[in-house]
């Protein structure tokens, strides 16, 4: 069987798009934060169930420790749902596939045409441009 050379860049490609993927989920931050988060809660909420009377007494009868250590393991799971719900990389493979646009083109596709104050602030593109006015009163002056 002989071999081609556009099918082993094509398997090159899916290898190395593979592990792109696999490295931006790696390093995504929602997934650091979120586990920092569950971290420093579960710390929070252990010393908060072993909280004495004397230390619930310094906080006027609350168990901080409890309640904060509970907060952030709320927050750290809604990072870690987040990054696991919508993966870094499927993200980034979504924006390679958008259609391209040119450099100034600032519109949103699908959107609607601009009104108002809205079309008033595109007032200011290449393609609305008026030409420089000229003297109409023919004397030649500028």
């Known amino acids: 069987m002989a071999h081609d050379s556009l099918i082993a860049e094509a398997e090159e490609a899916q290898i190395d798009s593979g592990r792109a ?14 586990g920092l988060f569950v971290i420093y809660g579960v710390i929070l909420a252990v010393l908060g169930l072993g909280a004495s009377d004397q230390e619930l007494e310094k906080a006027a009868g609350w168990n901080l420790n409890l ?19 919508r993966p870094l990389g499927d ?23 601009p009104t108002g104050p809205d079309a008033a602030a595109l007032a200011g593109s290449k393609t609305t441009r008026r030409a420089p006015r000229r003297d109409r009163t023919g004397t030649g002056r500028g």
């Open 21 to 34: 993927r696999r490295a931006a989920n790696l390093f995504d931050l929602r997934r650091m934060i979120g």
């Open 67 to 85: 309640s904060v250590g509970i907060a952030m393991l709320i927050v750290g799971a809604l990072f870690l749902v987040w990054a696991f719900a």
């Open 91 to 113: 993200e980034l493979e979504e924006d390679d596939e958008r259609p391209e646009r040119p450099e100034g083109d600032r519109t949103v596709v699908g959107a609607h045409a």
